[in-house]
């Protein structure tokens, strides 16, 4: 039996967890940084770097304590390479390389959206090679088929914001505080999702891309025009945007061959509206269906760790660079119109 110890850093979580290659996650500890970017309403970069820099060490102590063991005996230190924020990405790796160096263990440089990509796995033993992911987080969203590690086919991305983005967007024009994809959720639940009529933009289109800007700024108008309640437009949002969801991710299944599983990742795959439809969707497709546990899918070490037992035998070169940009599918091909995220 294996052992791994994950650390992630990437945005605005500190996260160490000890898993083993029997799918147990022995000890974690997670910190969130909410409190310091809430008067903010977003993660500001700085901050984030310097609250990772001051907890990780103590975490990572108390991870090994919990767990009872040495960091001799991991088998490997896997931690976040990228991609996120640079700063937080960088105290992550540095530590990881120093933990590495003093007790030679092997490093393994983990891509964050991998971690998400093979939660699932950690989550379900019989989660086989190949499936659909929908990966849907606070930077990303995509829908890849994944048919082993390392091994990603990227379909259709977002050509302007992330699904996450649209929901931490929707959540700061109407006042609902930060972080806003939980907060959007939560106000969706007294609201009426057909109380105020929203675009579904992209719906239709013969390719399977995104494009949430022009639903965030339908948000900001139907709630300058003062006539609809913060429920009502918050469940009018997240039905929208899971229209979205399920009628891009339909033309991609459609495409894929011999693909059985489908499965959700990353932050979005928390809310119980997306995942209740996704549940749908694999049905009507005779697909199985698969989300791990929401603790699971927002930003975790166990993830990290995982990603690791599932690279065991890898031995990054301790001078490994962080990267802010590190896409699944490098061979992936720019989408029309789109800005600039992978
Ligand atoms: O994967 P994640 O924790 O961090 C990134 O890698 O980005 O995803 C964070 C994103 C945020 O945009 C957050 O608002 C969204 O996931 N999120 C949710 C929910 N929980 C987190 N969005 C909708 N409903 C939720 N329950
Ligand atoms: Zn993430």
């Known amino acids: 039996m294996a052992q791994v110890l994950g650390i992630e850093s990437s945005c605005d979580e500190t996260a160490v967890a000890l898993v083993d290659s029997e799918r147990r996650i022995v000890a974690q500890r997670i910190a969130s940084q909410d409190a310091e970017h809430a008067p903010y309403g977003g993660v500001v970069p700085e901050i984030a770097a310097r609250a990772h820099a001051e907890r990780l060490a103590p975490m990572i102590e108390g991870v090994l304590e919990d767990a009872g063991i040495a960091l001799a005996d991991c088998d490997a230190i896997a931690a976040t390479a990228g991609p996120g924020l640079i700063g937080g990405v960088m105290v992550g790796l540095v530590s990881a390389k120093a933990l590495a160096m003093a007790s030679d263990t092997p ?65 700061k024009i109407l006042g609902l505080g930060f972080p806003g994809g939980p907060a959007v959720e939560r106000a969706a639940l007294e609201g009426d999702a057909d109380a105020v009529p929203l675009p579904r933009p992209m719906v239709g289109s013969g390719e399977p891309h995104f494009s949430f800007a022009g639903l965030k700024s339908a948000v900001l108008r139907a709630d300058e025009c003062g006539q609809y309640a913060v429920a009502d437009i918050a469940a009018s949002f997240q039905q929208a945007a899971v229209d979205c969801v399920t009628d891009r991710l339909r033309i991609a299944i459609e495409g894929m061959d011999d693909v059985d599983t489908l499965v959700v990742a990353g932050g979005v795959a928390a809310n119980a509206t997306v995942r209740r439809a996704l549940e ?22 166990a993830m990290i760790a995982w990603a690791g037992i599932e690279r065991l035998g890898q031995d990054d070169p301790l001078d490994i660079s962080a990267r802010p940009r590190w896409p699944l599918d490098p061979e992936a091909e720019p989408v029309r119109g789109a800005g600039v995220k992978a």
């Not at 796995?121 to 992911?133: E, N, S």
């Not at 749908?280 to 070490?301: I, Q, V």
């Open 107 to 171: 490093l393994i440089a983990i891509n964050h959206l991998e971690g998400h990509a093979l939660s699932p796995r950690l989550a379900d033993a019989t989660i086989g090679f190949p499936y659909a992911l929908l990966l849907v987080s606070g930077g990303h969203c995509q829908i890849l088929k994944v048919d082993g590690v390392g091994e990603y086919r990227r379909l259709a991305t977002t050509i302007d914001d992330a699904l996450g983005e649209a929901f931490d967007k929707t959540a």
């Open 280 to 301: 749908r969707l694999a049905a009507d497709h005779d697909m199985r269906f698969a989300a791990p546990p929401p603790k699971l899918c927002t930003d975790n070490a």
